[in-house]
């Protein structure tokens, strides 16, 4: 049996080996911690400190919870803006004559609007005064007939009034007549100038339905269920939000 010195000397070239060998898989676990790090700051963080901040945090909006809504509605509104992004083209290029406003203005607002809707009929003031205080705006009226088997035959009516450049007429007629039935749409109709012979032909045309199930489309792209729904500018909203808010929309548009 050989002496303990020999067995050393023997030993040794393997002990060096193992030693590199945990000296190179340190400095390569050390490598890929570093990278880790660089791609995720917050890994840098001990666990107490990210506890601590976790902890700040929480007592914040415990102390705070409005800020929560807040949060919500800013993350609804940058959804909104990007899905707005993709379809305003198509949104804000208004039906031939279904425009209220200035034709021509710089500033959009866009309506997805239903005669059933007595929202929309509320906002019918809303919107007469804004055309008037605002000489640049365009309102694009974009027929949305979801609440009665009506609001559809009331469109369908209000499209062949902008064939014939009674749009506006048709519009404030059809809302001030009430809900829409066959004798409301009539006489509306009746008020607004239409001819009734071109009027059929219109309604008939595939291109009318064509229209209103592209308002529908948008209006599923951009999240709106239900109206009066708004687009202007970076803006697009559900309900009656009232003349102040459209009025703070358009000059946000505008500048």
């Not at 198509?90 to 007595?118: I, Q």
């Not at 055309?131 to 365009?138: G, M, Q, T, V």
């Not at 792209?221 to 703070?248: C, H, K, M, N, Y």
Request: overall charge neutral; glycine content about 8%; some cysteine.
């Amino acid at each position: 049996m050989s002496d303990p010195a020999t067995r050393l000397r023997a030993a040794a070239p393997i002990l060096l080996i193992a030693l590199a060998c945990a000296a190179l898989g340190a400095l390569g676990g050390w490598y890929w911690e570093a990278r880790r790090l660089r791609a995720d700051p917050a890994a840098r963080l001990a666990t107490a400190d990210r506890a601590a901040i976790e902890q700040v945090v929480h007592d914040y909006l415990m102390a705070h919870p409005e800020v929560l809504p807040k949060a919500m509605e800013a993350l609804e509104r940058r959804a909104t803006a990007d899905r707005l992004g993709a379809v305003r083209g198509a949104v804000e290029r208004a039906h031939p004559g279904a425009v209220l406003g200035n034709p021509a203005g710089k500033v959009v607002m866009v309506e997805f609007t239903d005669y059933a809707c007595g929202y929309c009929r509320g906002s019918v003031a809303d919107v007469e005064a804004l055309i008037a205080a605002n000489p640049d705006l365009k309102v694009v009226v974009r027929e949305m007939p979801i609440l009665t088997p009506e609001s559809a035959d009331a469109a369908r009516m209000a499209l062949a009034a902008a064939a014939q450049g009674r749009y506006a007429a048709f519009h404030k007629a059809m809302f001030a007549a009430g809900r829409p039935t066959a004798q409301t749409i009539a006489a509306a109709a009746r008020a607004a100038g239409i001819d009734p012979a071109r009027a059929r032909q219109t309604i008939a045309a595939p291109e009318t339905q064509a229209e209103l199930d592209r308002n529908l489309e948008l209006a599923r792209q951009l999240g709106f269920s239900g109206t009066p729904s708004w687009v202007i500018g970076d803006l697009a909203e559900s309900g009656a939000i009232g003349r102040e808010a459209l009025g703070a929309a358009i000059a946000q548009a505008r500048s």
